[in-house]
């Protein structure tokens, strides 16, 4: 926790209120082609497109899961071959210690555990989850994102930004409201 | 917005959701059933007779702990009593709900978006119910941890090449990957709850199950993509477990255990009860909430179909099974299958033959299917004669093997009924909790499922 930087609370952005999720990906579009980059869109449900309109990349989770699964099944069944040939070989009439057709099932099954378990983690970080504190939900009717409201926020940190004049920009998108969002202390948050 | 409209040249003749909602209607009226301060008579019936039923779960836990497995009635031959039976059947009930929610996401079915938390939701439970089972029949329950390969004094390790080694890793992962399929599903709606939420603890509750979802554009674009993932996974997970279930006995050597057909057929079998008893649950639960309008009669003749088809599947593994029992030629499955069905235990394969075969044969006719009386009773036949089919799997293949020197017949004891039934009480307990306390219908998929009919995309 840092001193504030000037008197009164921090602007964190300011956010536009809006009432049909085609128009929000429409109006979303409108501020990255107007050169906005640092922004966020919110909405109840997905949208297709969204992410991508505001120049949004694509997802690491599907590359980590990946990994996951590799790592899982490499894992599953170097754990077997360890137990079986290493750890505790049993020998039944010199028949194989490395079965390996029947270590399949336990390789499936943990490559199946490691990519789930990880892909929610994953999922949970690159979301910066769990946050009990956002800045946004200073806003009071950011409770109705939720619902059935579509918000677009203009962060303060976007090089653009300017109070007035990213006002007056949202304020031509001809939404329902924009709200400036407040920030309790200068804490970056994305 | 009108939504739900039906198309003129679709066969669809009943909408996935009535016309009339909009996105706020959605959210609001589905967390109602949890947020309203009045719960339904109907809930607390439901609620109260699977809490007696819990009692006499842990009456029977208690004394089974106290005298051991000796209480039931398993002895040489017969090992695997109602226990094993039991677990089978718990198992494949839970299967319903990952092929609802993964299987059928995968495949676009519009229709599954209401009723996959709440089949997601039946399958953990079911997956509870089942593996406590296994665990109530080691006879030293308090020592299961030894089933994982874990670092010890004893310098010992599980066999890996063996089925209940095999069993131990399918079900823990899929409890372990329903419960993240259901949970992912589950904090968006979590946050609408905390939004909708009035009371300050609710807030406070649901805010901390939230975990700070905001419902921006990268929450959900990894969100997405998660979800796409854990419905991939889940695809295969869900047809293996209970393949690896069958393994438990298609690998050993009894007669009516060794047999090639078991992994289909029991796949379809617990997707055949799993289904049965999503009607059994939904019927009486949509009638309760007045969630007719998003639980249609749709859902009924889509369900009725997948019962039937895999009934079918279930009927072609009896047949093969008999089939190959006479043209095997081997003397031990043709005894198995004479003793089946002329044997002490006859009534419970007729009984069998009259639940799986018969009676879902009335589900060719659609004013059956959408009948929902006809559906209530015919998912409760269908889930006796799939225990039925276990019991005669597991116990009559036992009670007669090679040797008629061995041969035992199997009674069960009070106490194999009462933790039986009292696994029901187990379940119904943790479904109504969450029927109370959660979201039962996903609002964020509902709403998107709205959206895309709005726009047709």
Known sequence: MSAPKSEGPLTFGLMAEFSDPDVLVTKAQQAYDAGYRKMDAYSPFPIHGLAEAIGMKRSWV???????AIAGGIGGFLLQYWVSVIAYPINIAG??????????????????????????????????LPMPYHPVFNVPRFEQAS???????????????????????????????????????????? | MQVGQTDKTSVV????????????????????VVLNIHTPLGWVFAFGTGSILLMMYLISVAYLFAYGVGVWGINIPVGWGFAIVT????????????????????????????????????????????????????????????????????GLWPQFRS????????????????????????????????????????????????????????????????????AAIATPLVVSVHTVVSFDFAIGQLPGWHTTVFPPYFVAGAVFSGFAMVVTLLIPIRKIYHLEDMITLRHFDVMGKVIL????????????????????????????????????????????????LVAPQLLWFKPLRTNLTVMFILSLVINTGMWLERFMIVIISLTADFLPSSWALFVATPWDWSLLIGSIGLFLVLLFLFVRTLPMISVFEMQELLHKQEHGH
């Open chain 1, 62 to 68: 599907p590359y980590i899961v990946l990994l996951a």
């Open chain 1, 95 to 128: 028949r194989p210690l490395n079965t390996w057709p029947a270590f399949m099932v336990v390789t499936f099954e943990t490559t199946i555990l490691s990519a789930g378990v990880i892909g929610f983690l994953s999922m949970m970080i690159l979301n910066n």
């Open chain 1, 147 to 190: 619902n059935d409201k579509f918000f677009l926020c203009i962060m303060e940190s976007d090089p653009k930004f300017d109070l007035t004049e990213t006002r007056t920009f949202l304020e031509g998108l001809d939404p329902d409201g924009v709200y400036e969002v407040e920030q309790d202390d200068d804490n970056v948050y994305k």
């Open chain 2, 13 to 32: 003749e009943f909408p996935v959701v009535e016309p009339g909602h909009t996105y706020r209607s959605i959210g609001e009226k589905i967390s109602n």
């Open chain 2, 87 to 154: 677990f089978v059947w718990w198992i494949g009930i839970g299967h319903a709900g990952t092929l609802i929610s993964a299987i059928l996401f995968l495949l676009r079915q519009d229709w599954r978006t209401s009723i996959n938390r709440f089949a997601e939701a039946m399958t953990l439970f079911a997956v509870v119910c089942a593996g406590l089972y296994p665990i109530l029949h080691l006879g030293r329950p308090w020592l299961f941890y030894w089933l994982l390969p874990y670092p010890n004094t004893f």
């Open chain 2, 163 to 230: 089925a209940l080694a095999w069993d131990v890793f399918a079900v823990s992962t899929y409890g372990t990957i329903s419960a993240v399929f259901w949970f992912t599903g589950l904090i968006p709606d979590l946050a609408g709850m905390r939004d909708r939420a009035k009371h300050p603890m609710l807030k406070f509750i649901f805010g901390g199950l939230a975990m700070g979802w905001r419902g921006s554009a990268r929450h959900w674009n990894n969100h997405q993509k998660l979800y796409l993932l854990l």
């Open chain 2, 309 to 356: 088809t895999t009934g079918l599947i279930v009927a072609y593994g009896y047949i093969t099974e008999a089939f190959i029992g006479w043209y095997g030629g081997s003397q031990y499955e043709l005894f198995l299958i004479k003793n089946r069905f002329v044997g002490p235990y006859a009534p419970y394969v007729f009984g069998l033959i009259f639940c799986n």
